[in-house]
Every structure is written in C-alpha cells, then in structure tokens.
C-alpha cells in the first residue's frame, strides 16, 4: 500500500494548473497583513486563500464566521479583509479543546490584536452567533461533524443551525478532504475524510442551495485510501471546495 501511495503521488510534481479568480484588493492586502505570522505566509501558495475567498465572495463589512477555526490561519485573513465595519467570529468547539487544550491557546493568539475578532468556545450542540451572518467558511472540519464527539445525527442539527446563523442569500464555504464513495460516513473517523456527494446532500438536506465548486485543491493522484495524516499525503490531499447560498 505504501509503495502505491507513493507511486500515486509522483503526480504532485506537476500540480493542477490554477484556475482563474480574480483576487479582490482587500483580500490580497490581507494576505500580506503584518500580523498574519510568517508561517502561515508560507503555506498560501498551496492554499490558495485569496482565490478561495474571492469565490466566496468575502468582503469589507461583512459579518462572517470561521467555523472550527483550528490554528487561526483562515481567521487572521479574514479579519483584515473584511475589515474596521465587519466582524470575525472565530469559534474553537468546546469539544475540541477538552480533546486538545493548545486550540485554547491558538484560539487566544489569533484573536489577540484584532478588534474586530470575536472569540467563541462553546459546545457544537449549543453554539450560536450574536447577529445574522453573510458568510460562514469551515475548512477541513466538516467530516469532524461525523465523529463520535458529535451524537448522532448531529451533523444535520449543525448544518441547520449554521443556515439559520445567516442573512438570506449568506454563503456557506465549505472544504474538506475528499473520500472514496461513502454515504453512510464511515471513513470520517479512520481517514478523517468525508464523501463529496454524501457531505453535499447533507448540507443541502438544511435548506442550502449549492452554487459550485472551485478546483483550485483538486488532486487526482491522491487514492483516498490514506488517513490524512499520513506523512506521504499531508497537506497534498485531493480537496474539494462546495459553496452554499441559503435563499
């Protein structure tokens, strides 16, 4: 298996070629933001976080929400785009920081400095936002909405609450590692994937209309196979980029 895996990702040395997206100028101002840590500079050219938050359609003043906001990377970019009249809310579930006590911390380091920055650590059963949303963006999280930290059927109460955290016509942003065909969500918890298709209609179940999707993360050398964390296939998983629009 590690002989194919490693065969499969000689691929990668010719990445997919960049598809086009016009990156707004407060998005690209944001990127070089003297308060984004230079490691997190680093890892944009793989990320692509201009591109993707332009076709997300982020923008100042928005009022916006990064959902498991993990290390902070994507908080700290939105907190400069959408800038002084907007609002970031980062929240870091309580069920994660009992499982890990540094997303505590991580938490406090992005928020830190930035006014506009609202931190949130509440359970995923009983999160909320203060006001109605435009934008929500949760990245590499929505196959932890499968875990056994979740009850079952959680999943569904979470995509819901997150179409009623929303303005009308609110976007959902939504990347994950893409697993092999799995409706039934078993991979989550071995691979830490989830199944496109199954995660598409999951959302949609909400009341969310799907509005595309960006390629920029697509990687047809990787098998599915591996847990994402595998060091041969960490941070060169075939991803896939779903926006939502709740009417």
Do not use: C
């Amino acid at each position: 298996m590690k002989r194919v895996l490693s065969a499969a990702l000689l691929a990668l040395a010719t990445p997919l070629a960049a598809h086009a997206q016009t990156v707004p100028g407060p998005i690209a101002a944001a990127l070089t933001d003297a308060g984004r840590p230079q490691a997190d500079k680093d890892r944009d050219a793989a990320r692509h976080p201009g591109e993707i938050l332009a076709f997300a359609g982020i923008a100042p003043g928005q009022k916006v929400a990064d959902f498991v906001m993990g290390g902070g990377y994507w908080t700290r970019i939105l907190a400069p785009t959408v800038g002084v009249n907007g609002k970031v809310y980062a929240y870091q579930p309580a069920e994660f920081i009992k499982f890990r006590a540094a997303y505590a911390d991580e938490q406090k380091a992005a928020v830190e400095g930035r006014a506009n920055v609202v931190p949130s650590s509440d359970s995923l059963q009983s999160f909320a936002f203060p006001e109605p949303l435009d934008a929500i963006v949760t990245v590499q999280n929505w196959h932890d909405m499968h875990l056994k930290v979740v009850p079952a059927g959680g999943s569904k109460v979470i995509a819901r609450k997150l179409y009623d955290s929303l303005k009308p016509g609110g976007v959902l942003l939504v990347i994950d590692h893409v697993a092999n065909t799995d409706p039934d969500f078993t991979a989550t918890s071995t691979l830490h994937r989830i199944d496109p298709a199954a995660a598409r209609a999951e959302i949609e179940s909400a009341g969310f209309k799907f509005e595309g999707e960006l390629p920029l993360l697509r990687n047809p050398a990787d098998p599915h196979t591996a847990n994402v964390f595998n060091p041969e296939i960490r941070g060169k998983t075939d991803q896939f980029i779903y926006k939502f629009r709740k009417p």
